[in-house]
């Protein structure tokens, strides 16, 4: 007698998006960026600090950020206005101007006894890792999120990629200024990432009369 295929029995388990928000990661709003910009000066965190206002201002995807040499930034012993990277997605190099407020961060990072003989802008803690990881800068972006009682879920590193450009593309609606900022090689690229609708498009020309 031929035993009848019975269906395969599979051990339930969750999704691994269950109670996550996938996709794109927001922006962080401009009274988030001071709350946390505050907390890490309170605390006297260089390191943190230069890192968070270098994120904004350079708008680099983390791998490029990590990895930012002393030499990138640095010139004749003074932090240079603007600086040029060379990107590892696309291979070509996007440059960002460097604000007051990071510079003076940077400077007082570079202070620090860790900082001593150290080619990379962001070193590693261990021996085994000259610059930190990409691992370990999520989970900086992480606390800095938590720390001011936004949802961690909701925000990560692009987050501070896309904080920047957003404000930007709101208040002028150039997605050219954008895409050159971000070194997308494509303009649907940067309208992806942006997430510019159709209601976004119509606002802009609503705006311009002729």
């Known amino acids: 007698m031929q035993t009848p295929n019975l269906p395969a029995i599979r051990a339930l388990r969750p999704a691994w998006n269950k109670g996550r928000i996938v996709g794109q990661k927001r922006p962080l709003k401009p009274k988030h960026v001071w709350a946390i910009r505050v907390r890490l000066e309170l605390a006297e965190n260089h390191r943190e600090l230069a890192l968070f206002n270098m994120a904004i201002d350079s708008k680099l995807r983390g791998c490029d950020l990590v990895r930012m040499k002393v030499v990138d930034v640095m010139a004749s012993g003074r932090i240079k206005e603007r600086a040029s990277v060379l990107q590892s997605k696309t291979q070509k190099p996007v440059r960002f101007e460097i604000s007051e407020g990071t510079r003076t961060s940077v400077i007082n990072w570079m202070e620090d006894p860790l900082m001593v003989g150290s080619e ?10 000259l610059h930190l990881s990409t691992r370990q800068y999520a989970r900086i972006v992480r606390h800095w999120v938590s720390s001011i009682g936004l949802d961690v879920t909701a925000y990560g590193t692009h987050s501070m990629r896309r904080t920047e450009v957003t404000q930007i593309y709101k208040k002028t609606g150039n997605l050219r200024a954008v895409q050159l900022l971000l070194g997308h090689t494509k303009m ?5 990432y942006l997430g510019v609708e159709l209601e976004d498009a119509l606002a802009i020309s609503e705006a311009i009369e002729i």
Request: proline share 7%; aromatic share 20%.
């Open 120 to 129: 990379y802008l962001w070193p590693g803690r261990f021996h085994e890792r």
């Open 188 to 192: 649907d690229s940067t309208v992806r």
